[in-house]
């Protein structure tokens, strides 16, 4: 039993941890025992992140001071910001240069080479109050715009669309990004809070996790999948391919359907199902059901097709696309997008991690050949 292999360490129980729990038979989630049903509709990121770091929701008075300690972290030096439009200028892709920056920030962070748990959550604040600043300075940099400052007295969700977009955001638009952020802030040991947490088990400071997370949230099997989506969607559409025939083609193909499938959840996930009604709600509102109408007939189909009952079921990064893009924010920021909230997830696991730590370090079985003859350079 012992040497039984596990590829991907599917199902394997690595750590004990608090942080969120998802079932992925019945299609739930929930962080610190709170749904994310009632988060997402109930609580700000800002409340989510303190329920994460702190383990409690927050009082008002303690949640006004949690969000403005973070707010008062939101300034980047002019390095960073050098080097984000050297990263632009160069082309580099949005998670390539989120992850290049967020290295970078810890060159100026005065505990950066700390690891203890309260360090690294000081960190983590600031690392998380910073990441939203690198991204929106990233795009407007790519559109050839100058850079817009952090306003102190807007929310993490409205203060980065307004650094986006140079003005402020709308009430909706902003609760619709509070409630994406939440949605994404945290998931069990996914890939990249893995990777994180694998890195933060050597005692590494917590700039070196995220970075190390943000590398893994980029992959197509992981964060990337909700930028794919958007590009199928854009795709149907430029071709005016019927998205059923579309599925078809790419399921003959051999090819797999982005924004479906989970290795957790063998059901709808319940992200998705919040999104979808989101999506649902900001198309009635505006009048343009493209996307809506879209997602719905694929879903429709691969569930008429046996899909959805075998498990292969809408992931929360089917309908995540849509909504942002009724934001109004570009298809290639969704993954960095993800990674700016799944952030305060990756922190709160290094931390919880840390405190009782013990260096990660699995086997292989080995396959290679045995005892081979070393035959010296000049000889072979
Ligand atoms: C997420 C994902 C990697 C999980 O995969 P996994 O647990 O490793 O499952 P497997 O890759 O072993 O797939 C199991 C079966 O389902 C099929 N499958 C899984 N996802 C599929 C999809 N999106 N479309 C079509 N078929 C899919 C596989 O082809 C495989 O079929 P087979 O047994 O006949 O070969 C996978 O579902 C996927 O690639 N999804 C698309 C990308 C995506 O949306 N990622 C975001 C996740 S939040």
Redesign the pocket.
């Known amino acids: 039993m012992a040497d039984e292999l596990k590829r991907?360490l599917?199902g394997v129980l690595v750590a004990e941890s608090d942080l969120s729990y998802v079932d992925g038979e019945v299609g739930k989630l929930v962080y610190r025992g709170y749904d994310i049903e009632d988060l997402a509709r109930g609580a700000s990121y800002e409340e989510v992140l303190y329920l994460l770091w702190h383990g409690s929701l927050p009082t008002a008075d303690e949640l006004d001071a949690f969000a403005a300690d973070l707010a008062a972290e939101r300034d980047v030096d002019d390095d960073v910001i050098e080097t984000v439009r050297a990263l632009a200028d160069a082309g580099e892709r949005p998670m390539a240069a989120l992850r290049t920056a967020t290295s970078m920030l810890s060159a100026y962070d005065p505990e950066s080479d700390e690891s203890d748990e309260e360090a690294t959550l000081r960190q983590g604040r600031r690392i998380t109050a910073k990441i939203p600043t690198v991204l929106a300075a990233f795009e407007r940099v790519r559109q050839g715009e100058e850079p817009v400052a952090p306003d102190p007295d807007l929310s993490h969700a409205g203060n980065f669309l307004y650094m986006l977009a140079g003005t402020e955001p709308d009430a909706v638009s902003e609760e619709t990004f509070d409630m994406a952020l939440t949605l994404h802030a945290d998931h069990g040991l996914?890939a990249s809070t893995f990777t994180a947490m694998v890195i933060g088990s050597t005692m590494a400071d917590v700039y070196s996790g995220v970075t190390g997370g943000i590398g893994a949230l980029s992959g197509?099997?992981?964060?990337?999948?909700?930028q794919?989506?958007m590009e199928v969607l854009h795709e149907i559409d430029a071709s005016s391919k019927d998205p059923v025939q579309w599925v078809k083609d790419?399921?003959e193909d051999g090819?797999?359907?982005?924004?479906?499938?989970?290795?957790v959840y063998k059901v709808k996930?319940p992200r998705a199902k919040i999104l979808e009604e989101k999506l649902r709600d900001l198309a009635e509102s505006s009048g343009d059901t493209k996307w809506l109408d879209y997602t719905t007939a694929i879903e429709e189909y691969l569930t008429d097709q046996g899909?959805v009952e075998?498990?292969?079921a809408p992931?929360?990064?089917?309908y995540s696309g849509s909504v942002y893009d009724s934001l109004g924010i570009p298809v290639d920021m969704y993954t960095p997008i993800f990674a700016m909230s799944r952030a305060g997830g990756w922190i709160a696991h290094v931390a919880e991690y840390q405190a009782d730590n013990r260096l990660i370090r699995p086997r292989a079985r080995y396959t290679g050949p045995e005892d081979a003859e070393f035959v010296p350079l000049d000889e072979r």
């Open positions: 991907g599917e996914n197509p099997l992981h964060g990337g999948a909700n794919d989506v790419t399921r090819g797999r359907i982005p924004g479906f499938g989970h290795r996930d899909l075998k498990g292969i992931n929360v990064d089917f």
